[in-house]
T-cell receptor, first 113, second 114 residues
Framework: DADVTQTPRNRITKTGKRIMLECSQTKGHDRMYWYRQDPGLGLRLIYYSFDVKDINKGEISDGYSVSRQAQAKFSLSLESAIPNQTALYFC????????????FGDGTRLSIL | EDQVTQSPEALRLQEGESSSLNCSYTVSGLRGLFWYRQDPGKGPEFLFTLYSAGEEKEKERLKATLTKKESFLHITAPKPEDSATYLCAVSPLRATDSWGKLQFGAGTQVVVTP
């Protein structure tokens, strides 16, 4: 299984602040993803990266940016946080081939006041 | 537009009381359907991948099945440790896409009481 580490695990911040969530993996997957989870809405894809030079917007990318610093690191930034970005954020890796599902980190609980 | 709908939203079971969760999907071609389990404070944990109608997969008390429009996750004789939220996701089949882009349902929260 993939080893996916997300930091921080919890964060409380104020409207307008810049926030960075970090994700690192130890299994050498080329593909990495950022999702947001809200009650009743399920997981929604924010950004995804198929390799270091390939970054793509998901269905809800407005207000977010990402950086793929290396194969193992993929960070998500909120340039100017707003309260409706309060959610659980998950990083995932994998999905390159058949029979290879995505594997998730344990998430960051982000609260914006 | 691709859609994934899970029902019921919540399910409360007595230990040993078997039941089924439903995942209905509308996609323009299905590459694969995934089931995940999510415990509170944790990320989703992969359970199964199903590729074609008629396929079945089993793991302990869980069995997943797939038709052309829906998938079922059957929980047989559940135990309290089966309490979790179960998520369904589909990977649509499109020329420029791959396994990477998943469409998730909102999940079914299952509580199994002793």
């Amino acid at each position: 299984d993939a080893d996916v580490t997300q930091t921080p695990r919890n964060r409380i911040t104020k409207t307008g602040k810049r926030i960075m969530l970090e994700c690192s993996q130890t299994k050498g997957h080329d593909r990495m993803y950022w999702y947001r989870q809200d009650p009743g809405l399920g997981l929604r894809l924010i950004y995804y990266s198929f390799d270091v030079k390939d970054i793509n917007k998901g269905e809800i990318s407005d207000g977010y940016s990402v950086s793929r610093q290396a194969q193992a690191k993929f960070s998500l930034s909120l340039e100017s946080a707003i309260p409706n970005q309060t959610a659980l954020y998950f990083c995932a890796v994998g999905g390159e081939w058949d029979n290879q599902p995505q594997h998730f980190g344990d998430g960051t609980r982000l609260s914006i006041l | 537009e691709d859609q994934v709908t899970q029902s019921p939203e919540a399910l409360r079971l007595q230990e040993g009381e078997s039941s089924s969760l439903n995942c209905s999907y509308t996609v323009s071609g299905l590459r694969g359907l995934f089931w995940y389990r999510q415990d509170p404070g944790k990320g989703p944990e992969f359970l199964f991948t199903l590729y074609s109608a008629g396929e079945e997969k089993e793991k302990e008390r869980l069995k997943a099945t797939l038709t052309k429009k829906e998938s079922f996750l059957h929980i047989t004789a559940p135990k309290p440790e089966d309490s979790a939220t179960y998520l369904c996701a589909v990977s649509p089949l499109r020329a420029t896409d791959s396994w990477g882009k998943l469409q998730f349902g909102a999940g079914t929260q299952v509580v199994v009481t002793p």
